[in-house]
C-alpha cells in the first residue's frame, strides 16, 4: 500500500505523530513538501505570507528535514506551486491509498483542507473513502483513507 505525506508547519521527525501512525500502515511512502505560491505573492497591504528571513528559515528547515529523511532511507520530495493542484495529481499519478497532513486552524489553512477534501474525494471515486479528522495539541489534523 502507498502512502503519501505532505509536511506544512510540521517538519520534525521525532514528534510527528500522524507521519508515525502513516508510516505504520503503509509499505511504500512518498514525502512532499509544497510551497504554496500564493503565500509568495504580495496582498493588498504590500506584504506575502512568507517573509523573506521566513523563507530562508524555511530553507534551512527543508535541508534539515531532507537529510533526516534521507538518514532512514526516505527522501523529501519539494515542489512549487498551488497545493490544490498538486496533492489530488500526485495522488492520482501514483495511485495513493493513504494520505496524511497537517492543518493549522488559520483561515486559509482550512481553505485549504475544505477544498483539497472535496477535490481528494473525487479524485478516487468508486473506492470507500473516509475523512477523519482529530484535534491534537491544538493542531486540526486530517487523513485520508481509500480502501
Not at 40 to 56: A, C, I, M
Not at 78 to 90: A, E, L, T
Request: with cysteine.
Amino acid at each position: 500500500m502507498r502512502g503519501l505525506y505532505v509536511f506544512t508547519h510540521d517538519c520534525r521527525l521525532h514528534d510527528n505523530r500522524l507521519l508515525k501512525e502513516l508510516v505504520g500502515q503503509v509499505d511504500e511512502l512518498i514525502c512532499l513538501y509544497i510551497l504554496d505560491t500564493r503565500f509568495l505573492h504580495h496582498t493588498l497591504f504590500q506584504t506575502t505570507g512568507l517573509s523573506l528571513h521566513r523563507q530562508l528559515f524555511l530553507l534551512q528547515t527543508l535541508k534539515d528535514l531532507s537529510r533526516q529523511l534521507e538518514s532512514l532511507g526516505q527522501r523529501l520530495i519539494v515542489r512549487v506551486g498551488d497545493s490544490h493542484k498538486i496533492i489530488p495529481q500526485w495522488v492520482q499519478r501514483y495511485s495513493i491509498e493513504r494520505m496524511a497532513m497537517t492543518f493549522h486552524p488559520g483561515v486559509y489553512e482550512q481553505d485549504l483542507r475544505n477544498a483539497l477534501a472535496l477535490r481528494l474525494l473525487s479524485v478516487r471515486r468508486g473506492g470507500r473513502e473516509r475523512l477523519r479528522e482529530d484535534q491534537y495539541a491544538g493542531v486540526l489534523q486530517i487523513q485520508h483513507h481509500w480502501a
